[in-house]
C-alpha cells in the first residue's frame, strides 16, 4: 500500500546545479501536485496536474517546471538551483471526488 | 488571489475542546471542506471533511454554516498529541482551471 511515493527523501545541491525530483502514485488517481513548504511556513502550491498530459502553475512556479510522464508519474525539475529554493517539497494525488489528497514523505533540499 | 484564513495560533490544556475557525470567502459552489493535520517533518494528514452543515468523526467534528464562507474544525478533549499545525483546504476555481490552495495554516499547542 504505497500511496504516493517521492524520491530522494534528501538532496544538498550547490546553486545552480539542476536536478529533478521524482514522484509516483498507485492509486490511479488523475490530479497530481507539487507544494513547498519552507520552515514554519505552510504549504504552497507550485505546478499541478489534472490530468495525465496536462500542467498547470499554482501559488509559486517561478523557477521550476513539472512534467505528468504519465497516470502514475509527476516529476518536479529545477533547472539551476538557488538559495531560495531551499525547502521541503511534497508531491501529493487527488482523485476525481472531492478535497481528499495524499501527500507523500517530503523531500528535503538543501541549496547551497 | 482568493485564498483561505486561520489564525495563526492557538493555546489550549489537555481535555479542553478546541475550535478552529477558517475563512474561504471565495469557495466554489461544489466544493468541499477539508482539514488536514501536520506533524513536524510529516506530511499533512486527511482530518475531516464536509460540504455544508455539521460532519462528526472518530478524531473531529465540522461545522459550516448555510453561506459556506467559513468552517469550524472542533478537537474535542485534545491531548498532548494533537499538537501539530492544522489547515483548511478548500478548492479555489481560478483562471478558468482548478487549484487546491492550503490556508496558512493554525499552530496548535496543547498544554498538560
Known amino acids: 500500500n504505497a500511496g504516493v511515493t517521492q524520491t530522494p527523501k534528501f538532496q544538498v545541491l550547490k546553486t545552480g546545479q539542476s536536478m529533478t525530483l521524482q514522484c509516483a502514485q498507485d492509486?490511479?488517481?488523475?490530479?497530481m501536485y507539487w507544494y513547498r513548504q519552507d520552515p514554519g511556513m505552510g504549504l504552497r502550491l507550485i505546478y499541478y496536474?489534472?490530468?495525465?498530459?496536462?500542467?498547470d502553475k499554482g501559488e509559486v512556479p517561478n523557477g521550476y517546471n513539472v512534467s505528468r510522464l504519465n497516470k502514475r508519474e509527476f516529476s518536479l525539475r529545477l533547472e539551476s538551483a538557488a538559495p531560495s529554493q531551499t525547502s521541503v517539497y511534497f508531491c501529493?494525488?487527488?482523485?476525481?471526488?472531492?478535497?481528499?489528497?495524499?501527500f507523500g514523505e517530503g523531500s528535503w533540499l538543501t541549496v547551497v | 488571489l482568493a485564498k483561505t484564513t486561520q489564525p495563526i495560533s492557538m493555546d489550549s490544556y489537555e481535555g479542553q475542546e478546541v475550535n478552529i475557525t477558517c475563512s474561504h470567502n471565495n469557495i466554489a459552489t461544489n466544493d468541499y471542506i477539508t482539514w488536514y493535520q501536520q506533524f513536524p517533518s510529516q506530511g499533512p494528514r486527511f482530518i475531516i471533511q464536509?460540504?455544508?452543515t455539521k460532519v462528526t468523526n472518530e478524531v473531529a467534528s465540522l461545522f459550516i454554516p448555510a453561506d459556506r464562507k467559513s468552517s469550524t474544525l472542533s478537537l474535542p478533549r485534545v491531548s498532548l498529541s494533537d499538537t501539530a499545525v492544522y489547515y483548511c483546504l478548500v478548492g479555489f476555481l481560478m483562471d478558468s482551471s482548478y487549484k487546491l490552495i492550503f490556508g496558512s495554516g493554525t499552530r496548535l499547542l496543547v498544554r498538560p
Open positions: 501529493a494525488s487527488r482523485g476525481d471526488i472531492r478535497n481528499t489528497i495524499y
Open positions: 464536509g460540504y455544508k
Open positions: 496536474s489534472a490530468s495525465e498530459g496536462t500542467t
Open positions: 492509486m490511479n488517481h488523475n490530479s
